[in-house]
């Protein structure tokens, strides 16, 4: 039976599931130091993935990309808007976009995530970091030796100097631009050949794993307002995990389940590694998400002309089937623009891919900004 969406706060299940048990204590974020907020969020994750049958809904750049682009968008406005009158529960953004874009669009982004964060969004951070050799997110044979240096102590390049500089762009703007709590995704997809802190990283996965160890110290250090998320593509590499200490939410990348052009990963590959996921967050007190996730849409194909109901069909019934993967706090797709996707319907869609996305918002468990925003994701558990 659907259940009105007004009235879900008021029903929200207890769920048993023992292979998912969580210390019913508060969860502790990596740095203790965190803002109270930035606390608030983390035990409400906890308390969302849990204890209650409901997933929240994301994407990168809801609220400053569209798919018609007429310049940078009025954050009021959304693709996913204009077809279910709702904004994504979850907003993704780059510090990419806001430290190497033109200045408008730095701030049209700006913009974009404090809206979202007033509006009681949570809002998640990657970052595309840009090489200092290649100048570019992607693989490169000498910025692949940067993390390497770094974590050597090796500056003859000025290559530890460059990592931290850096950083400290990144902290200014979460420090005096943002100013509320994020959960940011360092070097992630890192079993991917195409980044440059990827898997043909010199030194490997221990370069890798004390870098991301590096980081979290220097900016926990630094800001009270930064949760930070580990997230692998399309598999579960352990070789990778910089540990415990160092890492608050457990994600998963993968595209193009249930795409019959994409033989890599199935549907089936989802389930079983959002299973892992989940059960190796639950064993050390963490939380899981589904962090990136779109049907691998081309210029040639999309998803919304050939399979418009993929989005349940492909994503949220395979994983509410499933008594692990369904503990997972969120799901995230990628950017609907000029120039990416479409990941989710926009006002021209076809009229079948509005429906049934329509159908996915209007589920009992998914949740989108108005419902995210009546869970005050920000404030104290025994205020609601």
Known sequence: MNLPRLTFLALLPLLACTACAQD????QA???????E?????ANLHYLAWETDKIMFGQEFPLSYQREMKGINDPTTSDLKDVVGDHPGVHGSDFHYLIDKEPHERMA???AALTAYESGAVVTFDYHWMGKYGYSHSWHERDAEILYNVVNGDDS???VTWFYQELDEVLRIVNEELRFPIVFRPFHEMNGNWFWWGSRLKGGPET?????QILVAYMSERSDHLLFCWSPDKAFPLEYYPGDDYVDVIGFDGYGQGNPAVHWFSVADMVANL????????ARGKVAAFTETGYGTTKDIDYHSVQPDWWNESVLHPILESEKARHIAWILTWINSDWSGPYVPYANSPDASQAAFREFYEHPSTLFEKEVSRLKMYAPRDSQ
Request: hydrophobic residues 40%; negative net charge; aromatic residues 8%.
């Open 24 to 27: 019913s204590k508060a969860p």
């Open 38 to 42: 930035t606390a608030n969020l983390l």
């Open 275 to 282: 299973e892992k996921a989940v059960d190796f967050a639950a």
């Open 109 to 111: 982004h700006t913009l």
């Open 30 to 36: 990596v740095d203790p130091s965190v803002s109270p």
């Open 157 to 159: 390049e000025g290559d």
């Open 208 to 212: 890798y794993r004390k870098a991301f």
